[in-house]
């Protein structure tokens, strides 16, 4: 009897000891899995942050292109109205003149 009691315990010994082994690795893979975790959301909001970074550029980019696409405009139909002006400015100061005293 004594060597089964013995026996027992020492099973009981064992299979403590494989207990404690096995919450120490699962503990090793759940703080290995908090890592990887970790490591992927930092590499994710890199590529993120990066990515923001250039489409924000991309973005001035245009935004510049656009405005120097509407000045150059704007400059155009501002010369267009100056040289209408300077070539017909008599013509309407006349017809002008002419609707006043018409009335």
Same mark, same amino acid.
């Not at 908090?34 to 923001?52: V, W």
């Not at 489409?55 to 656009?66: G, I, M, V």
């Not at 010369?79 to 009335?103: G, S």
């Given at each position: 009897?004594?060597?089964?009691?013995?026996?027992?315990?020492e099973?009981e010994?064992?299979?403590?000891?494989?207990?404690?082994?096995?919450?120490a690795?699962k503990?090793?893979?759940?703080?290995?899995?908090?890592?990887?975790?970790?490591?992927?959301?930092?590499?994710?909001d890199?590529?993120?942050?990066?990515?923001?970074?250039?489409?924000?550029?991309?973005?001035d980019?245009?935004?510049e292109?656009?405005?120097?696409d509407? *000045?150059?405009?704007t400059?155009?139909?501002?010369?267009?109205?100056?040289?209408?002006?300077?070539?017909?400015?008599?013509?309407?100061?006349?017809?002008?003149? *002419?609707?006043?005293?018409?009335?």
């Amino acid at each position: 009897m004594q060597t089964v009691i013995q026996k027992l315990s020492e099973i009981e010994t064992a299979a403590t000891r494989i207990m404690d082994d096995a919450a120490a690795k699962k503990k090793q893979m759940d703080q290995k899995y908090q890592d990887d975790c970790d490591a992927f959301d930092r590499k994710l909001d890199e590529e993120t942050s990066k990515r923001l970074e250039e489409l924000r550029k991309s973005l001035d980019t245009a935004a510049e292109h656009d405005l120097e696409d509407i *000045n150059m405009q704007t400059a155009k139909a501002l010369e267009d109205l100056d040289r209408r002006y300077d070539m017909q400015h008599e013509k309407w100061a006349e017809q002008i003149f *002419n609707h006043l005293i018409r009335k």
